[in-house]
């Protein structure tokens, strides 16, 4: 009897939760009114409780990490469900809105399949894929493992301290 108890008052918070989230990370926008009315097209900014980057650069897979057009560029990997990438979503979108000198792109690892994971993580020197991430990519689409120190970060607090060497210029072997 207290374990139903229990779980019907779990459920009821959890539920509540649910809610209380999906209602405070609504983001209006008001493009189709203000073209029919010449308004001036505003949207609101991305809700601190949202990691979808919404409006930011994204890539699709692993196997795009490597692929882009421009030679030197940053990748974040992330996940909705990562506690740590939640806590500094702030800092990196921020970074990310306002560093200019290389592009930055999100990969959410929740939403790819595994096509070229394996070769990501061979890249990397890495055994496993971990949230949150930046990887730092430098001369048409290369990673050099010896540079994993410097130009790969796993963690929260290494992918903030690699922001700042970043915005420092103090990343050896980049930029």
Not at 11 to 38: K, R
Not at 43 to 53: C, G, I, N, Q, R
Not at 90 to 102: E, G, N, P
Not at 151 to 174: C, D, F, K, T, Y
Request: glycine share 6%; net charge negative.
């Amino acid at each position: 009897m207290k374990r139903l108890f229990l779980v019907v008052i779990l459920m009821l918070c959890l539920s509540g939760c649910a809610l209380a989230i999906s209602a405070a990370t609504t983001v209006p926008s008001t493009t189709a009114s203000a073209a029919s009315t010449d308004l001036p097209v505003t949207t609101a900014e991305p809700t601190t409780t949202v990691l979808d980057f919404a409006g930011l650069n994204h890539i699709n897979g692993y196997d795009e990490i490597f692929d882009r057009s421009t030679s030197t560029y940053i990748v974040y990997l992330y996940s909705l469900s990562c506690h740590n990438c939640s806590t500094i979503k702030q800092q990196v979108h921020d970074f990310a809105t306002t560093y200019t000198a290389h592009p930055v792109y999100f990969l959410n690892v929740e939403t790819v399949d595994s096509d070229g994971r394996e070769d990501y993580l061979a890249a990397t020197g890495q055994d496993s894929v971990g949230v949150p991430c930046m990887v730092l990519v430098s001369g048409s689409g290369s990673f050099d493992p010896e540079e994993t120190g410097a130009h790969l970060a796993r963690g929260s607090s290494a992918v903030l301290e690699l922001i700042a060497a970043i915005q420092g210029n103090s990343v050896p072997s980049w930029n």
